[in-house]
Antibody, heavy 120, light 111 residues
Framework: QLQLQESGPRLVKPSETLSVICTVS??????????WGWIRQPPGKGLEWIGNISYSGTTYYNPSLKSRISMSVDTSKKQYSLNLTSLTAADTAVYYC????????????WGHGALVTVSS | QSVLTQPPSVSGAPGQRVSISCTGS?????????VHWYQQFPGTAPKLLIY???NRPSGVPDRFSGSKSGTSASLAITGLQAEDEADYYC???????????FGGGTKLTVL
C-alpha cells in the first residue's frame, strides 16, 4: 500500500522560506499515471489546495499562492518538494502531500501531514 | 470564506440518515466540474470518500453516497454509526479562480 511521508522543519521564522519534502514509498512517482499535490490546513480550519506537480515536473499552482510557491520532483529519490517563500503567521498549518490519478482532480492517497509553525 | 459552502455542523442519531450539502456556483459545480468528498477524523489526514460525484473507492461502505444537481452536491450517510463522527469536506474545481477548491467542512456529530 502506498505511503507518503512529509518531512521538513516544524518551526520557521517569519519572512523565511519553508521547504517540505514528500517521500513516496513506491515507484508510482516515476509513472505518468499520477500527479502529486500539496494541501494545507491551518489549525482548527479547513483545507486549502496549494498545487500539483507531475512526474515530468509540470506544475499547477493555486493562483492565490503562485507568487510564493515552487515545486519540484526527484523521481530517483522518490521525492517531491514544496517551497513557500515570505512566510507569515498565516502560513502556519498542517501541510499534507497527496497523490491523485492523472486526468482527475481528486486525491486518493494522503500523507499523515506535518505541522509547520511560523513564529519568531 | 470558502467558494463551496457547507453547513458548519450536522447531527443525527445512530441508525438515522443525514445529508451534508455543498453549494457552489456556475463557476464550479454548476459549470460541470465533478465534486469529491473527504472524511477526516481529528488529528488525521483526510480520506477520499466519494469521487466523481457518486463513486465510492474500494473499502468505503455503501452507507455513503453522493449526488450532484445544478450548482450543488450532497453527501448522504444512511444507517448512521458512532464511527461516522468526523469532519467532511467537499472539493471541486473553479474555472474563474483556475483553482481546485474545498468547502469549509462540516462536523458530523452522532448523538
Amino acid at each position: 500500500q502506498l505511503q507518503l511521508q512529509e518531512s521538513g522543519p516544524r518551526l520557521v521564522k517569519p519572512s523565511e522560506t519553508l521547504s517540505v519534502i514528500c517521500t513516496v514509498s513506491d515507484d508510482s512517482i516515476s509513472t505518468t499515471n499520477y500527479y502529486w499535490g500539496w494541501i494545507r490546513q491551518p489549525p482548527g480550519k479547513g483545507l486549502e489546495w496549494i498545487g500539483n506537480i507531475s512526474y515530468s515536473g509540470t506544475t499547477y499552482y493555486n493562483p492565490s499562492l503562485k507568487s510564493r510557491i515552487s515545486m519540484s520532483v526527484d523521481t530517483s529519490k522518490k521525492q517531491y518538494s514544496l517551497n513557500l517563500t515570505s512566510l507569515t503567521a498565516a502560513d502556519t498549518a498542517v501541510y499534507y502531500c497527496a497523490r491523485g490519478p492523472r486526468g482527475e482532480d481528486w486525491f486518493d492517497s494522503w500523507g499523515h501531514g506535518a505541522l509547520v509553525t511560523v513564529s519568531s | 470564506q470558502s467558494v463551496l459552502t457547507q453547513p458548519p455542523s450536522v447531527s443525527g442519531a445512530p441508525g438515522q440518515r443525514v445529508s451534508i450539502s455543498c453549494t457552489g456556483s456556475n463557476s464550479n459545480i454548476g459549470a460541470g466540474f465533478d465534486v469529491h468528498w473527504y472524511q477526516q477524523f481529528p488529528g488525521t489526514a483526510p480520506k477520499l470518500l466519494i469521487y466523481g460525484n457518486i463513486n465510492r473507492p474500494s473499502g468505503v461502505p455503501d452507507r455513503f453516497s453522493g449526488s450532484k444537481s445544478g450548482t450543488s452536491a450532497s453527501l448522504a450517510i444512511t444507517g448512521l454509526q458512532a464511527e461516522d463522527e468526523a469532519d467532511y469536506y467537499c472539493q471541486s474545481h473553479d474555472k474563474s479562480l483556475s483553482s481546485w477548491v474545498f468547502g469549509g467542512g462540516t462536523k458530523l456529530t452522532v448523538l
